[in-house]
């Protein structure tokens, strides 16, 4: 009897101590009244605080902003928390292309020549133009006799055309070219736009003209909005080829547009535009097809492309995402000397991070170089200390900052509600709005902040002009 009332009461205390622990959990996880708790100043982070709150936002938010003089931590709001950056991912692949590839750098599209064939060398120029391409088929048309192969030579990097983490539906927008060592025209075309009479299909021009791809024009002009329905032009990406076909309507009112599309397979795409220029300057080409050169064959026409300061200022300016993943591959050519590809580029540039700037590259994720991928995490810390990182190293500081979109004028954060003085990269995806930079004030110390915003549902419109409200708030403190 005594066994059983000891169990009994042992059974009772079990009950009691297990309650008393749900109660401990279920306390822990029960969220504050207060939206968002930030730390920092105390007069800035109550601003803030309120701002956000007023926003009635839906959505994950991390926001860090820290005096680059003093090392002042002004507001800190789920630093350590990792978010989905989007093409804030960048300004890695920015700052680990100027430290391992040297500002000097160039990209060098050359054209070799045997007794047999032409052979057009990709030296993995992201930003290599039509007229450049031509300038080149008008040297070698020079210098060639009739009837040779034309050969076009990628191998500088590896075949994979998407990053890792891509979703697999990314599709024929500009954002999701394909990644080629040999590259033209950002391996989009470009379809202008412009209304015909009203009944009649809209006025297609496609640049540049070729036989590479085809495409059926169905959208008409039209003068009222009656069964209206948008202009589409998509490009049969499920099967891998180049077929566009162009749908809906557009105003006879309307004015100009360009609409870009990327195409299948860039490398081929560029020989192909090649041996047509070749052909047009009275060459004529017996065969175009994928391979390395001739080790016999000599060079005879070299393009050089801009310097990489440049380069990157477009990549950061306009997030050209194929110019992103291209400075990824060619750093791990440049560090290994081997076929450049994702794994050993993005291994060199965490070395870079780790061991120059001093992140901790452990700790977050970078998986491709323009943040497409939804593999990719960071947070504002660390954010914020590659940022103090660039503005206390003077040899970068100025380099670096002339390669962001700022506010003021001639500035190219032309859509935001921002004071003048504000350096900074946006980032965008379904979902993820994320915006780092500086604040800059003649008057005043400057000021690095990193705002991270994940998991949102529909337009990134209020989202953005928090981040706005937020960052003028901070520039006036």
């Known amino acids: 009897m005594k066994n059983s009332i000891e169990f009994q009461n042992g059974i009772g205390f079990m009950i009691k101590k297990a309650f008393f622990i749900f109660l401990i959990f279920i306390y822990s996880c029960y969220a504050p009244p207060t939206m968002y708790v930030p730390s920092g100043s105390y007069n800035l982070s109550k601003s803030i605080n309120s701002i956000i ?33 989007a093409s804030n991912n960048k300004l890695y692949t920015s700052i680990s292309a100027l430290g391992i590839l040297d500002t000097n750098f ?28 031509d300038s080149l088929a008008t040297i070698t048309a020079k210098k060639n006799s009739p009837g040779k192969r034309l050969v076009i030579d990628d191998s500088i990097l590896d075949t994979l055309v998407y990053g890792p983490g891509w979703m697999w539906d990314e599709g024929d927008e500009w954002y999701s070219a394909q990644i080629s060592g040999l590259s033209v025209n950002d391996n989009c075309i470009d379809f202008v736009v412009n209304p015909a009479d009203n009944g009649k299909l809209i006025d297609i021009q496609i640049l540049p003209q070729s036989d590479y791809y085809t495409f059926l024009n169905e959208a008409y002009t039209v003068n009222d909005t009656t069964n209206f329905k948008k202009l589409k032009i998509s490009r049969d990406w499920k099967n891998k080829n180049n077929n566009f076909l162009i749908t809906g309507s557009i105003m006879d009112t309307t004015s100009s547009d360009t609409i870009i599309r990327n195409v299948h397979d860039p490398t081929l795409f560029t020989g192909y535009l090649f041996k047509e220029m070749l052909q047009k300057k009275g060459l004529p080409i017996s065969a175009l097809e994928k391979g390395n050169r001739s080790s016999s064959s000599l060079k005879i026409a070299s393009h050089k492309s801009s310097s990489l300061i440049s380069i990157v200022e477009n990549l950061m300016v306009e997030s050209d995402n194929l110019t992103a993943e291209i400075l990824v591959k060619i750093i791990g050519h440049h560090t290994t000397g ?58 970068i500081r100025d380099i670096y900052l002339k390669t962001l979109s700022y506010t003021g004028e001639n500035g190219t954060l032309l859509d935001r509600n921002l004071p003048g003085g504000i350096y900074a990269k946006t980032g965008s995806l379904s979902g993820v709005s994320t915006f780092s930079g500086y604040i800059i ?17 529909g ?11 937020i960052v003028s708030q901070i520039a006036s403190f």
């Open 53 to 85: 709150n007023g926003s009635e936002i839906k959505t994950n938010i991390a926001v860090k902003a820290v005096n680059l003089i003093s090392g002042e931590i002004l507001i800190d709001l789920n630093s350590h928390s990792l978010f989905n950056p």
């Open 106 to 133: 160039t990209f060098n599209t050359s054209v070799f020549s045997d007794t047999k064939a032409i052979y057009l060398v990709g030296g993995g120029d992201p930003d290599l133009t039509l007229e450049q391409l």
């Open 338 to 395: 081997d076929q450049g590809n994702w794994k050993n580029g993005l291994h060199a540039m965490r070395l870079y991070l780790n061991d120059q700037v001093g992140l901790d590259t452990t700790n977050f994720s970078i998986s491709d170089g323009s943040g497409i991928s939804r593999y990719n995490y960071s947070s504002a810390s660390h954010f914020i200390d590659l940022l103090s990182w660039i503005y206390n190293t003077s040899n």
């Open 441 to 457: 004030h003649p008057l005043k110390d400057p000021i690095a902040f990193s705002i991270l915003m994940n998991g949102y549902k």
């Open 459 to 469: 337009s990134s419109f209020s989202f953005r002009a928090l981040q706005d409200k």
